[in-house]
């Protein structure tokens, strides 16, 4: 690996990640579709500059999928790397110090949307695989590459590709770069993923909006009715009120949990620089790590319906609509979660109100077996670039195309550069430039040392 390349070439990578991060690749706006495409387009382009003879940017009903292929190397492991290149919508918008498309540096790190979720990630390995190339321009392993435009807004390409050629799984190794250190200095690997289940929860309960005055009373209100139907679903202690859901639930084992509290953390610090709220809540019977990692979510993301504008309109609505996800954790399939669900909402539902489920994405909790040697060759490139190994952690988050990828029997390295406090979804995303930095050096050596085993 040319160890000089990050000092050297430092200026031009910024540059090109600004350029990146500048594309504005909302998955789930329709109106920003080509700005998806365009965000796929600088991929293949990237591709094609490193040398790789095979690039395919492959379509489906939604948006399209980036592939590549290095130079043949003979004798050497394969490895796929996975990434997505679209981002969450930036609302609300007027809480960022500067704006999410517009990158800025300060403090040594960068901000835009997509700094840490997935651009700046999927960036670090695109460099890592650029310092490890030797000086005819081979890798020292065969590397594929796959990069999804969907990850944020549950689409389907990427399912229905590799659905149809499930030999594109076929490798020896896969790298997800998603997820972040456990904290400043303790790089992760991560042993577990919760699932999805998003829908959208629609209620009526009359035929049009009526005037509160002269029906105010008598006639049912279709966002009372959706509130009180939501609070129903969860207790105010945290409880999730769907039949046989925590029966469901596989507990971590006495060592896992033994590991996790073996952990430096400060609940006052988590609550104060990462919840920024000013108490935590939920299942207080639990950790906060069993809690964010091992038991399930109900959360409601948006309610919409009646009059939200400027002065005052005095309507019942009619309608009412809310987002709302279930994180799923081992022993809750997306199937059996979803069917629990609809008896639950039919349980709460008054007899006055028409409801419908609708369904959005989801996906199966993930649980990954960290015994493969490819987990000591990542520890061992940790140590070497940043001076300690990682951590066997679970993530609250999820990614649905993850059990795809790992359908070949290929173990699946989750781990990342991203840091607790990066703001994923929120406003003032950023990454830290040290991190993508080290990033550079420790996956570029982890290819190098995979040539060796």
Known sequence: MDHDFVRREQPRMLAELNEFLSIPSISALPDHAEDCRRAAQWLVDQLFRLGCPKVQLIEGEGHPVV????????GAPTLLIYGHY???PVDPVEEWHSAPFTPSIRDGRIYARGAVDDKGQVFCLLKAYEASRGADGMPPINVRFIFEGEEECGGQVIFDLLAA???RVAVDAVLVADMSYYAPGWPAVYTALRGMCYAELHVRTLERDLHSGSYGGVAPNAIETLVRMLSKLKSGSGKIKIPKLYKSVEKP???????????PFDEQEFLENEVTGKALTGLTDFSVFERTWALPTFEIHGIKGG???EGAKTVIPAAGMAKISLRLVPGLTLDFVKEQLEKAVANVAPDYADWELRFLHGGDPVQVEVSHPAFRILDRAFEEVVGRATVAVRAGGSIPIVPELGRGGAPILL?????PDDGLHSPNEKLDLQQLWDGIEVFGRFFELLATE
């Not at 084992?253 to 952990?263: A, I, M, N, T």
């Open 67 to 74: 592939w590549g292929e290095s130079p043949h190397v003979p």
């Open 86 to 88: 679209d981002v969450q």
């Open 165 to 167: 050629e499930p030999d």
């Open 253 to 263: 084992s006495k060592s896992e949990l033994k590991g996790w509290d073996s952990l």
């Open 307 to 309: 009059f939200t504008g």
């Open 415 to 419: 781990t990342g550069i991203g840091l």
